[in-house]
């Protein structure tokens, strides 16, 4: 394999760009690999791409289904790859042939600098947790060349596991502590279990078995109301001081027995913003006022019930999608991307389980932002131009707190919606990150510790826009140059 370069290089001049024109901002690519399953493209990561020191990681399935992880030099742009040839994709679900290429199957990426770890979890919905880690020092002492061998066995990472794990994630504190967190349970019957690492020890702690729980009853769903549900993270982060904040959506599921007859679990009934925060690693946490709503040390957990966690109320049929994603500003404040309808559309006909939106629909589903102001009031922007269906959306928020959110169009490579803090998030503009060469399946999460630490945007790309799926590239962006560029002309 080789690596080139595509486009500009990261630091030349970059063009100015008008509301109305999308234009082509100057880049860096690196080309690490050629063929790569369309799973490695999952927005669910909460990280696929991590730096520390000198070295970026990424993990992605390569083309015959085994899990390969790629150490890129950030000061040269070489880069290594190794096959865990012990950890292949999962051909299908149980007898269900439609996860032969699942994208829910994802991986991540964590670090703990504590002693030096890197540790990887992949191939997830609803099964047993897959985990290993490397061993003391791979990072802070990295060696010149990496193989297998830096990687411990898979193991559990606790002693009380979750049996049916989706949607892994890690996240590192203010500090560099790391913490894990997954669904335990099924869409509409599901948990978020909490996890904490000490590295002194090297052990995995569990904070939460079920921090954000699956019960309650919600009138607004069924023909007799909602007694299960799962809650969606956008993302669960830590802002400077060390408080963490979470936002997610809830989606029902009807109890009805008759499959024929019941709504299921689609996008329809993903409902509401809801979002708390903790100013103790996840022990206590409270609703938007400030007021506590769980204590996880006695065994609390936040539920549909809890007090005040709503803070933009988002019906049921607003077809709002599941995951989409959260960044946080100069001053610790929560801004969300989110993908759905302005209004409400309810079909004439009941949905079976596996159903989504009339396709003469789909044009009312479209971005929006939304954010918390110092004061702890909500907000949500106008319409934000959707180029492709069902395309997640990524945020990140430059050093002068300008909102970037950006999310592939469909043939015409990956675009942003750019705001400032200055105009209050309402002036949007639009411009090209990479035109048709580039692109994703949803919005690529971006390398949180270089966006912060050097001002990049550094996300994994598909090199082959038109073949979805057969390559796997490095996109930087100086984020204050494509602020620059933006608003030039004033």
Same mark, same amino acid.
């Given at each position: 394999m080789k690596w080139i370069y595509s486009g500009f290089l990261m630091g030349f001049c970059l063009v100015a760009v008008c509301a109305a024109t999308p234009q082509a901002v100057p880049n860096h690519v690196l080309?690490?690999?050629?063929?790569?399953?369309?799973?490695?493209?999952?927005?669910?990561?909460?990280?696929?791409v991590i730096s520390y020191g000198d070295y970026q990681y990424a993990l992605y399935w390569d083309d015959d289904r085994v899990l390969a992880l790629v150490r890129r030099n950030l000061k040269t742009d070489a880069f290594q790859q190794i096959r865990f040839g012990n950890y292949i994709l999962a051909e299908k679900h149980g007898n269900d042939e439609r996860y032969s290429l699942d994208g829910h199957r994802n991986v991540v990426l964590g670090i703990s600098p504590g002693d030096g770890r890197l540790h990887l979890s992949w191939d997830h919905h609803n099964n047993e947790l897959h985990y290993t880690r490397s061993h003391k020092?791979?990072?802070?002492?990295?060696?010149?060349?990496?193989?297998?061998?830096?990687?411990?066995?898979?193991?559990?990472?606790?002693?009380?596991?979750?049996?049916?794990?989706?949607?892994?994630?890690?996240?590192?504190?203010?500090?560099?502590?790391?913490?894990?967190?997954?669904?335990?349970?099924?869409?509409?019957?599901?948990?978020?279990?909490?996890?904490?690492?000490?590295?002194?020890?090297?052990?995995?702690?569990?904070?939460?078995?079920?921090?954000?729980?699956?019960?309650?009853?919600?009138?607004?769903?069924?023909?007799?109301?909602?007694?299960?549900?799962?809650?969606?993270?956008?993302?669960?982060?830590?802002? %400077?001081?060390?408080?963490?904040?979470?936002?997610?959506?809830?989606?029902?599921?009807?109890?009805?027995?008759?499959?024929?007859?019941?709504?299921?679990?689609t996008y329809a009934s993903n409902h509401d913003l809801n979002y708390a925060y903790s100013d103790d690693h996840g022990r206590t946490w409270k609703n938007n006022a400030g007021v506590q709503i769980a204590d996880t040390c006695r065994g609390e957990q936040i539920s549909i019930d809890s007090e005040g966690i709503v803070v933009?109320?988002?019906?049921?049929?607003?077809?709002?999608?599941?995951?989409?994603?959260?960044?946080?500003?100069?001053?610790?404040?929560?801004?969300?991307?989110?993908?759905?309808?302005?209004?409400?559309?309810?079909?004439?006909?009941?949905?079976?389980?596996?159903?989504?939106?009339?396709?003469?629909?789909?044009?009312?589903?479209?971005?929006?932002?939304?954010?918390?102001?110092?004061?702890? %009031?909500?907000?949500?922007?106008?319409?934000?131009?959707?180029y492709k269906h069902h395309a997640r959306p990524a945020i990140v928020v430059a050093p002068d707190d300008t909102v970037i959110i950006y999310f592939q169009t469909g043939g015409e490579g990956i675009r942003c919606h750019v705001a400032r803090s200055r105009d209050h998030w309402t002036e949007w503009r639009t411009a090209r990150l990479a035109g048709p060469d580039y692109t994703f399946e949803d919005a690529s999460k971006p390398d949180r510790q270089r966006m912060d630490r050097d001002g990049v945007l550094s996300i994994t790309v598909d090199p082959c826009a038109q073949q979805s799926g057969k390559g796997l590239a490095f996109l930087d962006v100086s984020v204050q140059r494509l602020v620059d560029s933006v608003y030039k002309s004033n």
């Open positions: 080309k690490v690999d050629d063929a790569v399953w369309p799973v490695s493209w999952a927005s669910f990561d909460q990280d696929k020092g791979f990072l802070t002492a990295p060696p010149s060349v990496i193989s297998v061998a830096d990687f411990e066995p898979e193991q559990p990472i606790a002693d009380q596991e979750p049996a049916s794990v989706t949607y892994p994630r890690f996240v590192n504190g203010h500090e560099g502590d790391l913490y894990f967190f997954c669904r335990d349970g099924i869409s509409g019957d599901g948990d978020i279990v909490f996890y904490e690492y000490d590295a002194a020890s090297g052990k995995w702690t569990r904070i939460a078995d079920r921090l954000l729980s699956g019960e309650g009853f919600y009138a607004e769903w069924g023909e007799q109301g909602s007694t299960m549900r799962n809650a969606y993270l956008q993302e669960l982060l830590f802002d %400077q001081k060390g408080r963490l904040h979470l936002t997610w959506i809830w989606r029902e599921r009807d109890t009805n027995p008759d499959e024929s007859k019941r709504w299921g679990h933009f109320e988002i019906p049921v049929f607003s077809w709002v999608i599941n995951q989409c994603g959260m960044a946080l500003d100069s001053k610790g404040n929560p801004h969300v991307a989110m993908l759905q309808m302005e209004t409400v559309y309810q079909p004439e006909n009941r949905l079976t389980m596996s159903d989504r939106m009339d396709e003469s629909q789909q044009p009312r589903q479209n971005y929006f932002h939304y954010w918390r102001d110092d004061a702890g %009031q909500w907000h949500r922007s106008k319409i934000l131009k959707k």
